[in-house]
């Protein structure tokens, strides 16, 4: 017999499966973020840093204030213990989880290569130097490599190039990443990197398709078929071939939701809390908003970042990011570090349908822990959104 569960049931599931719900911890290091991790699997990484890199915005909102840097030696270090791959886009998933995604670098090799008209089968010799030149040079950034090509070859071969070949060898596993200086990608031959054992062990299409599904109904705790292949970005065909194994097996339960057309899979393990305070503010790029049709389904919150939306029309903002109080989203803020003027920019605060003025009790306190957290002196708030006033005035302008 399906069980049946409400939405707010599958709302704290969900939040609950991602680390939402319990008490910050007093300090954080090394062991909470690998801890974290290992929950989530991975990190998306994206360049917009107009308030802060999205790869840091999952842990903030779990676990409150912590030192960058130690993410930064656990991630980016030339021998870290995570590395990046295309996982769900561009991750950072734990280094002993590099060889699951090898059947998607060979697919990689295979469609790029053989095909004519592609850039790597017309550019094999380009591919070949940069394989060469990072054997005999070590690990390099591709500014690095472009200089050395200007000195030894002149100016004729574009730096696109030597960006788009390390690209090519990176989808393929030929080369990692080696760290990143200024967030600029490092890239080494994998065996300059990462460790023998790692580089040498293969696992079977089958084998890593079915530890990925596990692992994405674990960390999403409910979801339907569309939203656990997307977890990894997995063809549905072969994710529906696993949970269905996994159901068999006991390891996942099938469940309807209340409102949900699709069937949903819980994870046997999954916590269902009957209640969950949370208060955070998350990145456009968090497990728990980054599938839009899933955030709809469990929050009823329409979510459509704007970065690529002239600034005209814009509805909410350039970097609005989803407000979680409780088990709901109740709004968003478009936020922006001014490291400048050392100011927190509230570029325009909104509420949800429903909600009142009282969610700024909450919001105030997270925005000045975020504020802290950034190195910031003080909040700025504009006049901009429908929560905006009762923001600025539970923030005065020279706080």
């Known amino acids: ?22 008490p910050h911890p007093p300090a954080v290091g090394t062991r909470q973020l690998n801890l974290l991790m290992q929950r989530l699997r991975l990190l998306q990484i994206d360049s917009v840093n107009v308030f802060e890199r999205s790869h840091y915005l999952p842990v903030f909102a779990r676990l409150g204030e912590y030192d960058k840097t130690l993410l ?13 791959t295309w996982a769900h886009v561009a991750s950072i998933i734990p280094v002993e989880d590099w060889p699951l995604w090898r059947w998607r670098m060979e697919d990689s090799r295979e469609r790029w290569s053989s095909d004519p008209a592609d850039w790597a089968h017309a550019n094999r010799e380009t591919l070949d130097w940069l394989r060469a030149e990072l054997a005999a040079k070590g690990p390099q950034t591709a500014g690095a490599i472009e200089k050395d090509v200007e000195r030894k070859r002149g100016t004729w071969w574009d730096w696109s190039d030597a960006k788009r070949g390390l ?6 596993g030929d080369v990692v990443s080696a760290g990143r200086r200024n967030f600029e990608r490092v890239y080494g031959l994998a065996e300059q990197v990462l460790p023998a054992d790692v580089v040498e062990r293969r696992v079977s299409k089958d084998d890593a398709h079915r530890r990925l599904v596990s692992d994405a109904v674990r960390a999403l705790g409910i979801g339907t078929l569309g ?18 194994d996994l159901v068999e097996s006991g390891e996942v339960l099938p469940v309807a939701v209340e409102g949900w057309t699709a069937p949903a899979y819980l994870h046997r393990d999954a916590r269902i809390p009957r209640r969950l305070d949370a208060d955070a503010l998350l990145s456009p790029f968090d497990p728990i908003v980054w599938e839009r049709d899933r955030a709809l389904r469990l929050f009823g ?5 704007e970065i690529y939306t002239p600034a005209p029309q814009r509805v909410y903002g350039y970097y609005t990011l989803p407000v979680l109080q409780g088990d709901r989203l109740v709004g968003r ?18 509420r949800e349908p429903g909600v009142g003025d009282e969610v700024v009790e909450r919001l105030v306190p997270l925005l000045d822990r975020t504020r802290e957290w950034q190195g910031l002196e003080s909040i700025a708030v504009a006049d901009r959104g429908d929560l905006a006033q009762a923001l600025r005035r539970a923030i005065p302008a020279d706080s």
């Open 1 to 22: 017999m399906v069980e049946k569960l409400s939405l707010a049931q599958a709302r704290r599931i969900a939040l609950a499966a991602q680390g939402f719900g319990v």
């Open 167 to 172: 690209e090519y060898l990176f989808r393929w």
């Open 333 to 350: 803020v478009d936020l922006k570090s001014d490291r400048q003027a050392k100011v927190l920019r509230v570029q325009s605060a909104w």
């Open 301 to 305: 919150f329409h979510y459509r970042i």
């Open 227 to 244: 939203d656990i292949a997307d977890y990894f970005r997995l063809l549905t065909a072969p994710t529906k071939a696993v949970l269905v």
């Open 72 to 84: 930064d030696r656990l991630t980016f270090a030339r021998r870290a213990r995570y590395t990046e």
